[in-house]
Nanobody, 134 residues
Framework: QVQLVESGGGSVQPGGSLRLSCAAS???????????IGWFRQVPGKEREGISC????????????YENDDMRGRFTISRDKVKNTVYLQMKSLKPEDTGIYYC????????????????????WGQGTQVTVSS
């Protein structure tokens, strides 16, 4: 079974930075031929929304996606294949970024896929809280 464990959340002032980590266990990421791993968040009062994800093809990084230009400008997704860990570097944090951040994996086939439909993801972590407040 797949386990995803997020860490790195916490409290930060507006304008600050955080780096979230998602450690995968129960399987080795390189054994999957085609999958996506990404970050979502649950902001109070809103539906779970996508942030960023990366497709992995035969063990190599494929395309990187961001939900919108604001996230693209402030958040960066990266992957350490050796550590089986995906990161989300966040900068210029705003109070509206407050929420629970989740890591998720979607196993893909050869067809088309959509990056940020939460229901399409197969495995989820338990989430890590991010609070941006002065």
């Amino acid at each position: 079974q797949v386990q995803l464990v997020e860490s790195g959340g916490g409290s930060v002032q507006p304008g600050g930075s955080l780096r979230l980590s998602c450690a995968a266990s129960g399987f080795t990421l390189t054994t999957l031929d085609y999958y996506a791993i990404g970050w979502f968040r649950q902001v109070p009062g809103k539906e779970r929304e996508g942030i960023s994800c990366i497709s992995i093809v035969d063990g190599s990084d494929g395309s990187t996606y961001y939900e919108n230009d604001d996230m693209r400008g402030r958040f960066t997704i990266s992957r350490d294949k050796v550590k089986n860990t995906v990161y989300l570097q966040m900068k210029s944090l705003k109070p509206e970024d407050t929420g629970i951040y989740y890591c998720a994996v979607q196993i893909l086939d050869s067809g088309s896929w959509v990056p940020f439909v939460a229901e399409e993801y197969d495995y989820w972590g338990q989430g890590t809280q991010v609070t941006v407040s002065s």
